[in-house]
């Protein structure tokens, strides 16, 4: 689990570097941390591998990241933010009607989709994240915060709900919507298209009817 001092997250402890060389090594170190997590979880993970994968020496790990814990916070916090930009890269407009809504959602749950699918790394940061407490409740504030932005857009499309109603639907459809492409993601390939079709079909009707 992560192990963080009081008041004093991870990632500020982690020291960017501002020159050419040590942007290249810092990289180095969160595709090597990637790539291991993919194969082992975050719960084995060791910086003599990331050392090794990487080509970055352990002290030289260490003058960026203070522990393995902060590698992996910074990976989880980079995840959340290509959620957020692949969810408004598409949200482009304001829908005019419910219908309209619906499109755009299966369109951004299409591009969620197909963005984890493109990444092999992206499995194993997914279960990673799941798998750590500190982690995941990060990732559960990113998908609130998200819900409120697109709450932004959409706000009066469903004169039924008032905000608070709205933003808790949104978060609970992106929430669901994790399994449905963790499912995806280890199906047969053949089997994706549908089982991402009937996924939505199901996450759309719950996101009528929660309540």
């Not at 408004?88 to 963005?115: H, K, M, T």
Request: hydrophobic content about 45%; overall charge negative; aromatic content about 8%.
């Amino acid at each position: 689990m992560m192990v963080e001092s009081e008041g004093t997250p991870a990632q500020q402890l982690t020291r960017r570097p501002r020159q050419k060389r040590g942007k290249e090594k810092f990289e180095a170190i969160l595709d090597a941390t990637k790539s291991v997590m993919v194969e082992m979880g975050s719960v084995g993970l060791r910086i003599q591998d990331i050392s090794a994968r990487s080509g970055v020496s352990v002290g030289g790990i260490y003058q960026y990241f203070p522990s393995k814990e902060a590698i992996v916070q910074e990976i989880a916090d980079r995840y959340n933010d290509w959620i957020g930009a692949l969810i408004f890269d598409v949200l482009q407009y304001s829908p005019e009607n419910a219908e309209g809504f619906e499109d755009l959602f299966r369109a951004i749950f299409q591009a969620y989709a197909q963005a984890h699918l493109n990444d092999q790394n992206s499995l194993g940061i997914f279960l990673c994240i799941s798998s750590e407490r500190s982690l995941l409740q990060r990732s559960m504030q990113a998908s609130q915060d998200h819900a409120e932005r697109v709450a932004d857009l959409t706000d009066g499309l469903f004169p039924g709900w008032d905000r608070a109603e709205l933003v808790r639907r949104l978060y609970l459809a992106m929430v669901m919507s994790r399994p449905l492409i963790e499912a995806a993601m280890v199906a047969p390939e053949a089997e994706r298209a549908v089982m991402l079709d009937t996924g939505f079909d199901l996450l759309i009707t719950s996101f009528r009817q929660a309540g």
